[in-house]
């Protein structure tokens, strides 16, 4: 099993996670389009709300995001798949997943997914023409 440690200082929170806790974009893109996201909760925990069907709740580095996110999946079914995202920046630098993540494995659910952005929104995501929100 691949274990992934990351130790952000700005928010002195150590998460872990395992490959298979990553999602891919294209993995994603597949099943808004497919129309599979019945048991699927998308989560922006970024600076922007861009994939279509996610929610936001702000920027996973403020408290009060993640409080949005907890109140949020409060009634949310542990077994449900949660996929939180951001994409400011590649994703192994990002200041807003960690957080979030952690407060996912600490509420209990079973499938909490990162959507593995490894570049950043932009590029892993729009330069793909994935499904986006409606302006």
């Known amino acids: ?44 925990v970024g600076y922007d709300d861009i994939i279509a069907g996610g929610v936001y709740v702000g920027a996973g580095e403020e408290e009060a995001s993640i409080n949005a996110l907890r109140q949020l999946l409060q009634k949310t079914p542990k077994d449900q798949e949660v996929v939180i995202y951001c994409g400011c920046c590649p994703f192994a630098m990002c200041p807003n997943i960690r957080a979030p993540f952690q407060l996912l494995q600490e509420m209990g659910f079973k499938n909490a997914k990162l959507l593995n952005l490894k570049q950043n929104i932009k590029a892993d995501w729009l330069d793909h023409d994935y499904p986006i929100k409606d302006e």
């Open 1 to 44: 099993m691949f274990l992934l440690s990351i130790n952000s200082n700005a928010q002195d929170v150590k998460t872990h996670w395992t490959a298979e806790q990553l999602m891919s974009p294209d993995t994603l893109a597949k099943r808004i389009q497919n129309h599979q996201t019945e048991h699927l909760t998308i989560v922006s």
